[in-house]
């Protein structure tokens, strides 16, 4: 059974950088996509971005002059990062395995706050 | 940007009765790409219906997902305790290449 799970600081400092890994546990990253997604507290669901295991990569046009994402195949890991952060960006972050265009596995997620 | 929109925003029913959950696109949406998901306070959100009908592995058959062009359509044939949740809808294919609907919660009446 494939498993997710974000890892990262749950506090973040305006104009800062978000960083977050997931761990992929129970099966290869590679021959995927996988991708990040985030939810802001009372919203709804919003794609960030997703990344191949080659390292090539696809970003929310309203994320990608801000956005980072990196694979290390060695470990089984991708990251985020997200730059010059704002309030805005106060959300539940998870890491998914994408096929087919839809998510079939996920982690459970991750608070990240912006707050000085 | 294809908006889809999930009506009604929470539905009040009680375990055995039947459900039945909308999403709406702006655009046409290929039936490929319609997804529904499970989400529970606390836990990962959970693949329900993949191709607009299609089961995904382990999901019970009182499940069923129906629909085409830009009206989808997720049916739950008798509530069970566990199937109360948030629903999402989700499209992939038009720039952004995946969103999401808002979702519907499903409560106990």
């Known amino acids: 059974q494939v498993q997710l799970q974000e890892s990262g600081p749950g506090l973040v400092e305006p104009s800062e950088t978000l960083s977050l890994t997931c761990t992929v546990s129970?099966?290869?990253?590679?021959?995927?996509?996988w991708s990040w997604i985030r939810q802001p507290p009372g919203k709804g669901l919003e794609w960030i971005g997703y990344?191949?295991?080659?390292?090539?990569?696809n970003y929310n046009p309203s994320l990608k002059s801000r956005v980072t994402m990196s694979v290390d195949t060695s470990k089984n890991q991708f990251s985020l990062k997200l730059s010059s952060v704002a309030a805005a960006d106060t959300a539940v972050y998870y890491c998914a395995r994408t096929t087919g265009g839809r998510y079939d596995y996920w982690g459970l997620g991750t608070l990240v706050t912006v707050s000085s | 940007e294809i908006v889809l929109t999930q009506s009604p925003g929470t539905l009040s029913l009680s375990p055995g009765e039947r459900a039945t959950l909308s999403c709406r696109a702006s655009q046409r949406v290929s039936s490929t790409y319609l997804a529904w998901y499970q989400h529970k306070p606390g836990q990962a959100p959970r693949l329900l219906i993949y191709?607009?009908?299609s089961r995904a592995t382990g999901i019970p058959d009182r499940f069923s997902g129906s629909g085409s062009g830009t009206d989808f359509t997720l049916t739950i044939s008798r509530l069970e305790p566990e199937d109360f949740a948030v629903y999402y809808c989700q499209q992939y294919g038009s720039s952004p290449l995946y969103t999401f609907g808002q979702g519907t919660k499903l409560e106990i009446k």
């Open positions: 129970g099966g290869s990253i590679t021959s995927y996509y």
């Open positions: 990344i191949y295991y080659t390292g090539s990569t």
């Open positions: 191709g607009a009908s």
